[in-house]
Every structure is written in C-alpha cells, then in structure tokens.
C-alpha cells in the first residue's frame, strides 16, 4: 500500500464534515502574507492568534493567490489548501489523524485568538525615557527564553484594578522574533482609564505584571520601500520595524513628531540611525510636513503609521487615492465616527451562536460580546473598543454592521468576521460560529 506523504497527510477531507479540507498545523502563530494581483498585499490568515484550533475558513475571493509565508515547510501546505478554494479546517499544534486517534468533532467553542503567553512577568528593568512615559522590560524570574514575536505586536496588561491595555513590543530582537526581555513604553494619560497612570505609580523595578500575548495586528509586510509616521507614544510598534527594515536592506524614512522634543521617547536610540530618521517636534516645527514626507503613491513603497488620531486621520487623508493596501495604520483609541454598542438608538438584535446551539438576544444596552459572556461561552477580549482584535469571530450568516477600528474596508466588505465588542448586526440578526 502506498504510504502518504506528509503533505497528504496534513490535508484531507474527512467523512464527518465533506467537502471540508482539513490542514493539521504543528505550529501557531505564523505571519502569512498573502499577494494580490494588483500589487497589493493582505494579511490575516496564520497570523498570531488569528486562527484557533478548530476554525473553519475559506478565501476565494482573490482567484489564484500567491502565498508566502515566514515558515519554509508551511508554505506548500497552504498553498495547495487554498488553491482548492474550499472551506478548511484548521487543527494547530497536532499530528494528522494517521498518528492519533481520530479527533472528536469539536462539540464546545474555544476561546480565539489564544495568546502565546498568559502569566505573570516581573520588571527588569524601569526607566524615563521621556516627560511622561516609562519604558519597561519584562520577563520571567528564572529568565526562561520569551515567545517569540514580530514588529508590531503587542502585549495585553492585565491591571490588578481590572483593566486590560495594550502596549506594543518595542524592544530588539532577533530574526526569528527571539528576545529574552519584553520591553513596552507607557505613556501616563491622565484622561485615560487610569491604566498608565497605576502603571506609572505602582509598578516599580523588581514587581510584577499579568500579561497575556503576545500578538499582532499591525505587521510589517515585505517592501521594497517603508515610510514610517510616529506621532508620540506611537512610535513604540515602530522601532522594531526599522530595525527590521534595516536589517532586510530595505529602503526607508521615519518622520517622527511629538509635542516637544523631552516629552518623546527613544530619540538618542532612533539618531543612530542617522538621516534616515527626521525628529519634528511641533513646538519648534509645527504640524508634521506630510505632504512633503509622504508625496505621492509609489511602487513597492508601504506607509505605516501609529500616533493620536488626529495623525492618523491626517495620513490616511493624503494617501486616500493610494493603492489599497499601501498605508497600515494602528490606533490607540476608537476612530472618530465609530460608535460604541449600546447608544438609546440601537435596537435589539438576533445572534444564533451556531456551534453552540444557542440564539441570544442582545438587547441595546448590551454588546454581543457581553451577551455571549453572560450566556457562558468564553471569547477572549481586551479593549472592547474595536482596535486591539482579540475578540474578532467568524461571521456564518447575516449582514455585519462594522463599528471596529481595526477591520480593512476589504476585511468589512468580505462580511466573514466581525469584532463583537462593538460590531452589531444590519437586519437585526446574524449567526457566528461560536
Ligand atoms: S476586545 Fe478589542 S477589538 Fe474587541
């Protein structure tokens, strides 16, 4: 009898669900972009935490895709998965059926997008590194060797006071995403949640934080050619892309604002790079040239920008006519414009959670995402603002009403996942797998 090859053996259709492919991952968390045929590139499908054990996904949309993807031995898998163009089952961190017993269906939902890390982490190390922010390594006491991870990603904080925020990774680390030391930059905000604030007060060289990631949302996609645009604490997911960028031998600029040159971090390290870094601090400069930084649309050139929303907002209006896919943005806070559920105007929804058997209705004043907590089934999240991800769930039926901050319009149009925190339903009803 002829033995399978282990490609065969990591995709098959099995009786219990037909025409389903299913793909056994021996591994997680890897960044796969994906190539369009206008030049423009996509991500999402194996990034962190992007796909659980047991999901169910499908893109057909694109005809014959190119995929490439950061792991050597994975690349021909998906690649002839999704040539099929058929819905795929993904299992991660198993062997194929041939060397184990046969999985059960799955009968319970998992909680998405499980993070890489979930513990507690102690500070190395405690520094000012600006007027109001502190930079912070973190790591394990025994010093054990930290998930890796790639520029862009962030971390959850997970405060004693019952507040979850997000800090981007923004240390050095090698090319196999390798560091031994955490390090994140908070910026005190004394109009915020009171996150950095107890941050800044009670977390002191030798303590300890709850973390959880990491994971990332924000990556860094081949290109020959990056403009970077930090606007103050935003330049943290930056710094470990120019060092990649640099590292790739790519061609690349940052232009980096802020109130006033003390209240900006990382300056000394960011002048090593020399003239590839231009420091405009707005009470000297005023409002960042963008215009005269950014000009217009070139081939192969990716913009990627985090800063206030007021920055952000600026960058995506100059480069509104660039191809889709060319400016990468990462917000701290919500998007002007995006609602929140829960307003007096909303009216109650339907949401049939098909791997569970269940139809809950969510009232107005609740999210979907509390509705389906309170019901008992566990769906990881953070923000519940719509921008950081982690509670992003696979739409089966019914019209999304996209209220995030981190979708693309692509991703909104595609009406296969929504962020629950804040999204809702057109039509009053939608069926999710959950
Ligand atoms: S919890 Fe952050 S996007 Fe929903």
Redesign the pocket.
Known sequence: MREESAEEQSRMSTPEEPGVTHVWLPFRDTSLYVAMPDGTSRTRALLAGALSQGDVTQDTRYGEPLWRVDAGDLHAVVEALWSTGRPVRIHLDQAPPSARPADPPRMTPVPRREAAFDGTLVVLSRQDVADGVVSMELGTRSGEPMPSWQPGAHIDVVLPTGVTRQYSLCGPLDRAGNTARWRIAVLREPDGRGGSQWIHDHVQEGGELRVRGPRNNFPLRPATRYLFVGGGIGITPLLPMLAEAEAAGAEWSLLYGGRTRASMAFVPELEGYGERVTVRPQDRYGLLDLAGFLGGPAPSTLVYCCGPAGLIDAVEAHCATWPAGALNVERFAAAAGQQSAGTEEEQPIEVELRASGMTLTVPPELSV?NAVGQAGIPV?????????????TAVLEGEVDHR?S?LTEDERAANDTM????SRARGGRLVLDL
């Open positions: 995402l990881l999240s953070s923000c519940e603002e719509g921008i950081c991800g982690s509670c992003e995030d981190l962020l629950i925190c804040v």
